[in-house]
């Protein structure tokens, strides 16, 4: 049954993530590649608009009215065949959608060792974020408290809204929730293969790097298996830097409208494309606007289409909610209400521990994750460099390496307004995504604003493809190391869990007048791991605890206090899930825990195939750059600033 809706859900994910968008992107003037980018862009804003009305307007009916447009979304593919298999038959988007579907097998089998998310202090997320989906997929009521105490609006709707459509096709299982975020998180791929032709003097770019890079890549693997939105907000933003250039470019206001719109709906899916939108803002009004030849009408479009669309959630939680919980409940507005000291002392802070890991300006950051596993405490100081650290998250060479090509690209001679935008845009958009965020956090803080940037970072090292001889061995050999240390182990740390012969987490005993937790052993793991193996297993930890407390002195007040705790918490959880527990086992199944089974020593299946995927990928990886290295030193095939005209060819006659 499972197996039957995964298949399902994967079926309609490539079907209703391209079809209605196709249909009105079909006849414009643009490249295969833009058309497959934009119909998936306006796909999945179309299917926010549909889910999201429904919820709105037709109370009880949110199921049907899916089932309805997704096979709306079936005809309408079925009526444009011909246009989409001329599509696929073009070389640009054949070969991105050929790295996509590696880049999705490839993540899933990661997936399926996963048994439960850990590292570093992230905590929770992935259990809110599947919550909110349930919210609107099963219209819990508008107060209903969310994980980590958060309130409705402190994060916008879009991509919850999407998993809810998806799972409306078929089971409100955490597994299909899994499956629905990957596959939106991993269409980030598709807008940097755009911009690997924006980025490049060679005719074509190709496309193997960049799939090699991301495959190995742990910042942007643990964003696509974790299920939150950062990346499909990374992929709204890449995409619209590349139709405002390509628009400038041409002189097409259309692209330039849709670049606007597509920053519109990533603002829906995370608010972390604020600086992104504020910085084409400014640019469009004082660089762009004064020069176009329709600018009124051409600024009244961009400010309806986005209006328009931003009110939709923006209206509807005012009305909810009020102007307070719309705009101030958001983490960056609370965290730093509650920040007492000063904000430009914090913002510089975090800037520095943004630029420079803990563990080389504190000789004490190695102890910051001490545990009793030597594994998770090796995970959790890599995975803090990883995924908090501008430079090495995009790899721990490849971060220096994209910070070298972009340096000495911007120490060319200006050739145009490409290269003055890609000049203002990175330090804009950095020192204005750390300055939104409200904590003070000392391991940094690239995560949470600048995953599109460090995105556009790797395709940059992609486009200077083929790499001299000794660059292709650095770049792999750091691909090798980051695979091992950021994504194999975050992986195998993540398929830990209880068997009869390890403890890796602990359960609650009563010791004393106090209820704590057993005594940390040998494979135990952190304290935050800990906290989301019992999110994910609360209700059955909370049940065991009832059961044993029947066997306790009942006449003992410290029993009966934390049954009664228990009991509250039970009865809190059926409220806020509005009885998801109940109906779905008492607890959250990953798709690790029907592949990986309980192993602790032992490799299992999922474990041996992710071993071999990277054997061969790196294989045909190494033997790709070897034989197109070019052996003398070349001119660089980066160009950002604006592209070269290209020498027309003579042609027999």
Known sequence: MLAAQLGLT????????????????????????????????????????????????APGSLTAVCRAFAAASVLMGVLAWKDIRRLVCSYGARQALAGYGFLLAWTLAILSMIRNYSGAFWVGDWAEHFQRTLFFLHRFPVRVP???????????PMMNVLGAFFLAQTADRYETFQLVFTFLNLLLLLPCCLMLRGLTKKRSARVLPLVALFAMNPMLMENATY????????????????????????????????????????????????????????????????????????????????????????????????????????????????????????????????????????????????????????????????????????????????????????????????????????????????????????IGVAHLTLIAIEALGITLIAASFPWRRWTAVLLIAGCVVDFSLGVFLQARVESFDNTPSKTVFEGFNLIGNDLQLGAMGPDSLSAAAWRNWHMKNQEGQDNQWLRRDRQLPQESPVVQRYAN??????????????????????????????????????????????????????????????????????????????PTARKPVARKR
């Not at 249909?23 to 889910?51: D, T």
């Not at 709906?265 to 329709?294: C, E, N, Q």
């Not at 032992?602 to 071999?612: R, S």
């Open 146 to 156: 969310i994980v980590g105490d958060y309130k409705l609006p402190a994060r916008p």
């Open 565 to 642: 705790l228990f009991e509250q918490d039970l009865k809190s959880n059926a409220q806020d899930w509005q009885g998801w527990y109940a109906r779905n086992g008492g607890a959250m199944t990953f798709l690790g825990d029907h592949l990986a089974r309980p192993s602790f020593d032992g490799w299992n299946a999922p474990t041996l195939a992710v071993l071999l995927l990277f054997a061969g990928l790196l294989g045909v990886f190494w033997k790709h750059s070897m034989r197109l290295a070019p052996a003398e030193p070349r001119k660089p095939a980066v160009a950002l600033g604006k």
């Open 227 to 442: 299920t939150w939105t950062k990346d499909l907000t990374a992929f709204f933003v890449v995409l619209a830097l590349w139709l405002y250039l390509a628009g400038l470019r041409k002189n097409d206001g259309l692209r330039i409208a849709a670049a606007f719109l597509a920053l519109a709906g990533g603002l829906l899916v995370h608010y972390s494309a604020g600086p992104y939108i504020a910085f084409l803002a400014l640019h469009y009004l004082f660089r762009v606007f004064p020069k176009r030849p329709h600018k009124l009408r051409e600024l009244a479009i961009i400010a309806c289409a986005c209006g328009l669309l931003l009110a939709t959630w923006f209206g509807w939680s005012i009305a909810t909610y009020g102007i307070h919980d719309t705009f101030a409940s958001n983490t960056s507005v609370t965290s730093s209400a509650q920040y007492r000291g000063s904000t430009v002392m914090k913002i510089g802070s975090n800037l520095l521990d943004t630029a420079v890991p803990a563990i080389f300006r504190d000789p004490d950051a190695l102890s910051m994750f001490d545990q009793p596993n030597a594994a998770g405490k090796l995970r959790d100081n890599f995975f803090a460099i990883y995924q908090t650290n501008l430079i090495f998250g995009m790899g721990l060479i490849g971060g220096p390496v994209a910070f070298w090509i972009f340096c000495r690209a911007m120490r060319r001679p200006a050739r145009g307004r490409e290269y003055r935008f890609w000049l203002y845009l990175a330090p804009f958009v950095i020192v204005a995504g750390i300055a939104m965020v409200g904590e003070r956090d000392y």
């Open 10 to 57: 994967l079926l309609l994910l490539a079907v209703c993530s391209f079809a209605p968008g196709f249909i009105a992107v079909r006849r414009l003037p643009w490249n295969p590649l833009e058309k497959l980018c934009g119909s998936i862009g306006l796909s999945l804003i179309v299917l926010y608009l549909v889910c999201f009305g429904a919820y709105c307007l």
